[in-house]
């Protein structure tokens, strides 16, 4: 009788490895191909080998630490409906892609449902959240889509400031800088009654063949005569929710305090919370107190208490519809669009000193070497002993005492700062990624206008809490993985490789080695950001390294922190200002039945990752409207020292021209690329520099220079500059055949220095 012999595993060939990757739905790394080929030991091995060498080339790429073709999208997408194809089906494009990195968006051709809805049917122009699979079409459209949810439909509006004109009528100056310049006419009869210096929407007339494009006025949004207005801009060229609805606000209104049925009684310990001198919520608070287990000398027991914000927002109610349409909290300088109503946010959910509030807390045991060796959650009524500021405790902690902090210095503050000294230890072996990029911070009149930008000095204070709210963090993320509970992840992948290739070019110009291959971690950054400390290339360097690494989002997917260097991370900290924090929250409760207001039985992940999509959207709508203000306030703060030199640094480079950042203000401006020098300048990409096509004269990112103001355009928040200063001396690049004859049109010489 023969016995049937065994096939000898073998290494699958390239084309076998892209067959596989493209007929899973699910996860594919390195494991699961080594187990479908049945790879082990020495084999595996030569396949990551096989697999970095399929990326370096691009036939595969590494994303979310899993491999993909080129140009594939993960299974959720928000995404902007852009056009129709021949058949007439729709067609989107992905809302975040890096062309840099993967080369043109991929295109997703949207399935339409039999019997759409009323209301329900995507159109062009409509941003989606789409659910996203990977299809063999023979156009070349590789996704097919379907809509989850449309986000926002278009509005054939434009935003600007209404400027009134004598004989009836008035002028739109747009607020988008890609408009600059460019004017609207509105007609006597069109203007709704606004007023000159209104904020108005007007929707726009076919353009005329002569004269300037017409519109009318179809909504008063508030006057902006002055500074104190300038966020409306933003709040509304962004569409941020910034009046509760009146089922959301009356439910805050009606909510009572929690009791203790259900809780444990912390009220004895001696929490604190440390913020900003200016915060408008508090919603964390700190301790921290030997441990004294025999088995755990020189350890601590930490404790981490964060407002029980699920309890009065519960899931399915108007303030948690509301919360999750607003995604988070935006925080300009003049004020704050919050979340959650003022009731819930800035009352019962904030820890004042002295007040019972309710609380979840994450009790951490933290060994001598700084790490963390167990924790408990718990659902808790807690009293905060005192209310401090960043450099009120710093002060307090290097002697300099107040009223506050007599009575805390030593039961409170230096247990605390103990304890962060030994997590120190185990932050130091972990080696998150250490940039050095502070900060600048716009402070205001009472009047609403801008007093001076300041650049806030970073305390251990800072860094005390930041570590205990990132160990917290990774205490919910392990304890809802333990108990298969699904949730939201606080994710941040590895840089692609073409950014890091890119990075390794441009150090190469500083004679500065990136070595190639083996993993990436963020050690190695830190590594060439050690080196040039103190260096004049220190903030060039450690720009082009921020600009190197991906975009933290939220995931219902794990695959890691980079930038921290951590396996698993969720925000629980701040459920206050995110929603992603309370969907956490609500997971710890239902996973270790604390109550009744967990996270429903019937959400799993795939829910969570259309959430995880939705949140990420809108924290990256908070964030371009809390820059775009910024620069706004900055441009009215600049508008009268037009012809006024300033000393800065370039921050950009592209082929139009220099950015411009100011030593003083942080204000960024631009220096259009038609007026540096009396020569061509072209773009090096590789060196991030312009360099002139004769003297090889180079404007660098990263360098010092001394540039005139220009124009300002506050409504927009642009800034013009000329180059006052010389750049460095270097060599020509080569010259395409097309510009070899260029000469500097007469009148476009830079003037005196």
Not at 540 to 566: I, P, W
Not at 583 to 601: E, S
Request: hydrophobic letters at 40%; one cysteine or more.
């Amino acid at each position: 009788m023969n016995k049937k012999s065994k096939r000898t595993p073998s290494l699958p060939s390239k084309a076998e490895i892209l067959a596989f990757i493209g007929n899973q739905p699910g996860k594919v790394g390195t494991r699961e191909i080594a187990r479908a080929f049945g790879l082990k030991n020495a084999l595996r091995a030569d396949l990551k080998r096989l697999l970095r060498d399929m990326a370096d080339e691009g036939s595969v790429e590494k994303r979310r630490k899993k491999l993909h073709h080129p140009g594939a999208l993960p299974s959720t997408v928000l995404a902007d409906v852009t056009a129709r194809d021949n058949d007439g089906d729709l067609i989107a494009t992905p809302d975040e892609w890096d062309e840099d990195a993967h080369g043109p968006a991929p295109k997703i051709r949207i399935s339409v449902p039999r019997k759409p809805r009323p209301g329900e049917a995507a159109g062009l122009g409509d941003r989606v959240l789409l659910r996203v699979d990977e299809t063999e079409e023979d156009d070349g459209i590789r996704h097919r889509g379907h809509v989850i949810k449309i986000i926002d439909r278009p509005k054939h509006r434009v935003l600007g400031i209404f400027r009134k004109i004598a004989h009836g009528g008035g002028r739109l100056e747009p607020v988008d800088k890609k408009m600059l310049g460019k004017a609207l006419a509105i007609p006597a009869g069109a203007s709704a009654d606004a007023q000159d210096g209104d904020l108005v929407a007007v929707e726009t007339f076919r353009a005329p063949r002569l004269g300037l494009p017409t519109g009318r006025v179809v909504e008063r949004l508030g006057s902006l005569k002055s500074e104190r207005a300038v966020s409306l801009i933003a709040i509304h060229a962004h569409g941020i929710p910034s009046v509760f609805r009146r089922d959301t606000q009356q439910e805050a209104d009606a909510a009572t305090p929690a009791t203790l049925a259900g809780r444990e009684d912390w009220r004895h310990v001696p929490l604190v919370t440390i913020d900003p001198p200016d915060a408008k919520d508090h919603d964390d608070a700190v301790q921290a107190e030997p441990d004294t287990a025999p088995n755990n000398r020189g350890g601590f027991i930490v404790n981490v208490a964060i407002a029980d914000v699920a309890y009065y927002v519960r899931p399915g109610s108007a303030l948690d519809r509301e919360a999750l349409t607003r995604g988070n909290s935006v925080y300009f300088p003049d004020r704050v669009v919050p979340m959650l109503p003022e009731r819930i946010s800035n009352d019962l959910c904030s820890l004042r000193p002295h007040e019972d509030r309710a609380a979840i807390a994450v009790r951490m045991v933290i060994g001598a070497d700084g790490r963390k060796r167990s924790h408990t959650f718990h659902r808790i009524m807690m009293r905060s002993a005192a209310r401090l500021a960043y450099q009120q405790a710093q002060l307090a902690i290097g002697g300099r005492i107040d009223e506050d902090t007599q009575p805390l210095v030593e039961p409170v503050l230096r247990p605390l700062y103990a304890a962060y000294e030994v997590m120190k230890r185990a932050r130091a072996e972990r080696q998150p990624l250490d940039l050095d990029l502070p900060e600048r911070k716009i402070l205001l009149k009472a009047d609403g206008t801008v007093d001076r930008v300041i650049t806030p000095e970073r305390l251990e204070a800072h860094r005390l809490i930041e570590e205990f709210m990132i160990l917290a963090n990774v205490a919910a993320a392990e304890t809802l993985e333990r108990a298969r509970v699904p949730l939201i992840y606080r994710v941040h992948d590895e840089p692609a490789m073409e950014k890091v290739q890119a990075l390794r070019e441009f150090l190469a110009t500083l004679d500065i080695p990136f070595a190639k291959g083996g993993v990436l971690k963020p050690e190695a950054f830190n590594r060439i950001l050690a080196r040039v400390k103190g260096r004049d290339a220190e903030q060039l360097v450690n720009e082009v390294v921020l600009r190197t690494q991906a975009q933290a989002e939220y995931s219902a997917e794990n695959y890691g922190h980079f930038g921290l260097n951590l396996r698993r991370y969720a925000h629980f900290t701040s459920p206050i200002r995110r929603y992603a924090d309370l969907v956490v929250h609500r997971g710890l409760i239902r996973a270790l039945k604390l109550g009744h207001d967990g996270l429903p039985d019937g959400v799993e992940q795939k829910a969570l990752a259309e959430v995880a999509a939705q949140i990420s959207a809108t924290e990256r709508r908070a964030m371009l409207a809390e820059r775009e203000t910024n620069d706004r306030l900055i441009a009215h703060f600049l508008a009268d020292r037009i012809g006024a030199s300033f000393e800065g640094r370039i921050s950009g480079v592209t082929r139009a021209g220099l950015f411009v950042k100011l030593r003083e203000t942080g204000a960024d401006g631009f220096v259009p690329a038609r007026t540096i020098g009396d020569e061509y300048f072209r773009y090096d990409e590789t060196g991030h520099a312009m360099v002139g096509s004769r003297s090889g004269e180079t404007y660098r990112l990263g360098d010092p220079v001394t540039v005139k103001l220009v124009e300002a355009a506050p409504v927009a928040g642009a800034l013009r500059f000329e180059l006052l200063s010389e750049g460095r001396s270097g060599r020509p690049l080569l010259r395409p055949k097309h510009e070899r004859h260029y000469r500097r049109p007469q009148g476009k010489h830079r003037k005196a220095r």
